[in-house]
């Protein structure tokens, strides 16, 4: 039976990464503030053997007049390889590891300066050298210039398991190769021995988890708790303890994970502008909570959730779905503690009369 090449599927992205119908482009929502975002996709094959490569090319930056001009880097990509267990966040965690525009490469959150910076109609060539003794050597080209190792990654510690291509980026468009076409970049730059991932052998290429292939076999937990209840921190662990399920956790918190600067939290570059961010991530949740009702992956609904008809609205459009509700109800004493924690790290202050109304609902569970 013929095995289909490697492409990006539309269930191994952020929701808000649009995959063109080709399954070989793809882009940003960049209105409102999604231009805040990074975006990231992962193709649907990775390699375990052999010297392998593939291209991506910035092919527009998007338009986004509505970012302030203070705003750093508003067009950028990274590129590179990661697990598949790894989040989108490239380069941000153990075994991503990324070369951005800027300039610098980083995985597991750290930055270093490495080759040179790129952008529009760049075409950047990522090589994974499987050969290299003892470790597996990841480098870059940039239109067709090679850039040098970037990572050495230990074999032991890869145990087997294959690297993908990912990209992640900000309003930015961008075109991929695995070999399905002539090379986007200067052709003959290859270093000697590479071929495009599409063409390795069938049994050196590794196929990337599969999203759900019907509603019913889809999920979606809803988190009930009062604020600093610690939803964020068991969706969080939850996820972690279930790769299989690729679940994607819509809240607040997570989209502003998503708004990250070098790799750094953006509440703690931009004291004082808390109202702003959340008020964007807000937004930016309501339009997400409406894309995931129709495509077919697990979700986690990060909120409160303590109103029952909040709880029936909100699941409504999930219907066919597997629907369960998570309730997290710490003690008087625990919750404060974890307000004055978060109020600290975070600065969210959410109003004690709220809470008190909150606590003096009665936190039903979904009747639908």
């Known amino acids: 039976r013929a095995v289909p090449p490697p492409d990006v599927p539309t269930d191994n992205c952020d929701l808000h990464f649009k995959v063109a119908r080709d399954r070989y482009s793809g882009h940003p929502l960049t209105i409102e503030g999604f231009a805040y975002l990074w975006s990231g996709a992962r193709a649907t094959h990775g390699a375990t053997r052999g010297r392998v490569c593939f291209e991506i090319k910035v092919t527009e930056a998007l338009p986004v007049q509505h970012l302030p001009p203070s705003e750093p880097d508003p067009h950028v990509v ?34 270093q300066s490495y080759g040179e910076t790129f952008g529009e109609s760049d075409v950047i060539a990522c090589l994974a050298d499987f050969e290299a003794g003892d470790s597996v050597e990841l480098s870059f080209l940039k239109n067709g210039r090679w850039q040098g190792p970037a990572f050495r990654v230990p074999r032991s510690a890869l145990r087997g398991r294959a690297l993908f291509p990912h990209v992640l980026l900000k309003n930015c468009a961008v075109e991929f190769n695995f070999g399905q076409r002539a090379p986007l970049g200067t052709p003959g730059t290859l270093p000697p021995g590479y071929c ?33 209840a610690g939803k964020t921190t068991w969706a969080v662990k939850h996820a972690a303890a279930n790769p299989d399920k690729k679940y994607n956790i819509l809240g607040t918190n997570a989209i502003m994970d ?12 931009y004291a004082g502008r808390w ?43 999930f219907a066919g779905f597997r629907r369960r509700a998570v309730v997290i109800c710490p003690t008087d004493a625990e919750l404060r503690a974890r307000t004055r924690k978060r109020t600290d790290e975070e600065g969210k202050d959410v109003p004690e009369h709220a809470v008190l109304e909150m606590k003096g609902k009665k936190m039903g569970i979904f009747g639908v």
């Open 258 to 269: 998503k708004m990250r600067v070098m790799g750094l939290k953006r509440q703690r570059n």
């Open 78 to 111: 990274r590129v590179g390889w990661s697990l598949d267990c790894c989040s989108t966040q490239l380069g941000e965690e153990p075994f991503s590891y990324g070369y951005g525009g800027t300039g610098r490469k980083s995985t597991e959150g750290k930055f």
């Open 196 to 228: 495009f991932i599409q063409q390795l052998p069938p049994a050196h290429r590794e196929r990337g988890t599969r999203g759900p292939r019907s509603k019913a076999e889809c999920e979606i937990l809803m988190m009930v708790g009062l604020p600093a």
């Open 275 to 317: 109202d702003v961010l959340i008020q964007q991530a807000t937004q930016c949740l309501n339009r997400l909570i409406q894309i995931a009702a129709r495509k077919r992956r697990n979700y986690i609904l990060d909120q409160t959730n303590v109103y029952g008809s909040a709880q029936r609205r909100k699941l409504r459009p």
